[in-house]
């Protein structure tokens, strides 16, 4: 997996992004994807199933990002609920993907993640700003599993 500085540099970019926006950025981080899904892109399965159980879908702006990342396998998926995923589109999504994928095939895992952190962020920040009432989330919106 990632070392705890690794870690510590992706909770640390999350912040950077979220205190940018109004809406919800969070990574989880798993060693190989749980093939328990029938049908389907079982990465892609695995992703909504955490974006379901972690209640994404249950904000304010409908604007919550989810990036998954199954280290050993090199797996991703990147959700974005309805309302962000209404303002960028598939084109968008694919570009991080693509972006991720290319920094796992040099080895760099924790750049993968922390840039794709960063520009979710900032394409949060254009869709749904951080409001004057706006607090910073206290969670810590890494998980490992």
Sequence with gaps: M????DLAAIVDAIA???ALTSAEVRVHLERR??????GGDPTLAR????FARL???DTTHRGSVLIYLAVEDRKLAIIG?????ARVGDEYWMGV????VSRLREGRAREAVVEAVGEVGRALSRHFPRGSDDRPDPNNDLSVS
């Excluded at 609920?81 to 995923?85: E, G, K, L, N, P």
Aim: proline share 3%.
């Design 2 to 5: 990632l070392s705890p500085d």
């Design 16 to 18: 950077r992004a979220e």
């Design 33 to 38: 994807v749980r093939r328990a899904h029938a």
């Design 47 to 50: 992703a909504r199933d955490i």
């Design 55 to 57: 209640e994404m879908h």
């Design 81 to 85: 609920d309805d309302a962000i995923h």
């Design 97 to 100: 993907r693509d972006a991720m």
